[in-house]
């Protein structure tokens, strides 16, 4: 198992914030969005960024990706 991280839907105005606000404090975080363009993304504070299923069209996909995490 690797080191801890906190996993962070990369939506909504406030996904940044949570990345910045963790990666300020040395929490590994990962970005998951069903789409590429999430503002997460290329968040500096970001470690790592992992496109999902979309959940309103796929939301056995979506979770099975979150519990890979």
Known sequence: ????????????????????????????????AHDDSAPSFRSRYCDETVLV???GEDLTGYRDALLAL
């Open 1 to 32: 198992m690797g080191e801890p991280a906190a996993v962070i839907p990369a939506v909504g105005p406030s996904a940044v914030a949570f990345h910045r606000s963790l990666g300020r404090r040395g929490v590994r975080t990962i970005a998951v």
């Open 53 to 55: 299923p979309d959940p």
